[in-house]
């Protein structure tokens, strides 16, 4: 028993070993990173709103509302008006043509949704001022008919839609192949068209990956300021961006009404942290709920 119990002595201390080191490597992992979140994530959001109110209320509330602002907002919120949509359905059908069909091409067309995560938004709009510019390859037709696409709206929203494409697609393609087909193939056995079997099969099991996409793709392209500075030309009241409209009133020292414009896009991207949480949480149970039924 006493052989026993001597012998019993290292394996209780290694069992018990993983356990405390497994408590301690958690604290320190889960301490480290909300330090690192504290030091360059909240610090500065902070920072941003305390500038903003420096001057006081009045002044935060007149810097956002003057025309300048109002007109980046204005411009701002038709740029991603168009970007969103366009790329939803764009995202929707690449995600529903990389799923569920097998064709020649298929990986490059995945390539190409990921385009835009590896070129320089600098570069993206770079492209556009070499295809639409004065002397850019449509530059001299496009003067001849009058039409206007850089240093105009045009330009930003060809530019935003480029630089925000991989999004809905991205995030529809995992969830749509985890997902399989047996639901919308048992739809069609039973007689639905393709579009019935879209808006009632697959349109509500993609929902919040699709909701999560959008919710990137909007923050995107409400915040893009490489590509748009290329192409928008920084006229002021015309083609400025929030962003763009930020930059120029901190390079002219208006630091408190940057850093009031800029608490917009602050309050832009504190709410998509909420939406994205619970998108997250919708598709965890979503998820779930998936595999629960595929073991039953």
């Known amino acids: 028993m006493t052989t026993i119990a001597f012998d019993s002595l290292p394996q209780a201390a290694a069992a018990a070993r993983p356990a405390t080191e497994g408590r301690l490597a958690r604290r320190v992992l889960m301490g480290t990173a909300f330090a690192f979140l504290f030091l360059f994530l909240f610090v500065p959001l902070a920072a941003v709103f305390h500038q903003a109110l420096g001057k006081g209320w009045e002044a935060c509330v007149a810097a956002v509302t003057e025309p300048d602002a109002r007109a980046a907002i204005r411009l701002t919120l038709i740029a991603a008006g168009i970007a969103v949509p366009l790329n939803l359905v764009f995202g929707v059908c690449a995600a529903w043509a990389v799923t569920r069909f097998e064709f020649r091409g298929k990986n490059l067309l995945i390539t190409l949704i990921d385009l835009p995560f590896s070129v320089s938004p600098v570069i993206a709009g770079l492209i556009y001022v070499l295809m639409f510019g004065a002397q850019g390859w449509f530059g001299p037709w496009l003067q001849a008919h009058n039409v206007q696409i850089l240093f105009a ?21 995992p969830l749509m192949q985890s997902q399989g087909c047996e639901e919308e193939e048992a739809a069609i056995v039973l007689g639905a068209s393709g579009w019935r079997v879209f808006w ?57 009404a940057a850093f009031s414009v800029a608490s917009l896009l602050a309050l832009l991207a504190l709410l998509t942290l909420a939406l994205k949480s619970l998108a997250e949480w919708r598709l965890r149970a979503q998820a779930a709920r998936t595999v629960s039924e595929h073991a039953s």
């Open 153 to 173: 709206v045009p330009g930003i929203v060809l530019a935003t839609v480029f630089v925000t494409v991989p999004f809905v697609a991205r995030e529809l393609i």
């Open 200 to 256: 009632h099969v697959t349109l509500p099991n993609i929902r919040w990956g699709l909701f999560y996409g959008v919710i990137l793709c909007n923050a995107r392209a409400m915040g893009e300021f490489g590509a748009v500075s290329v192409v928008s030309g920084h006229i002021r009241g015309l083609t400025n961006t929030l962003p763009l409209h930020v930059e120029i009133l901190y390079n002219e020292y208006h630091f408190a």
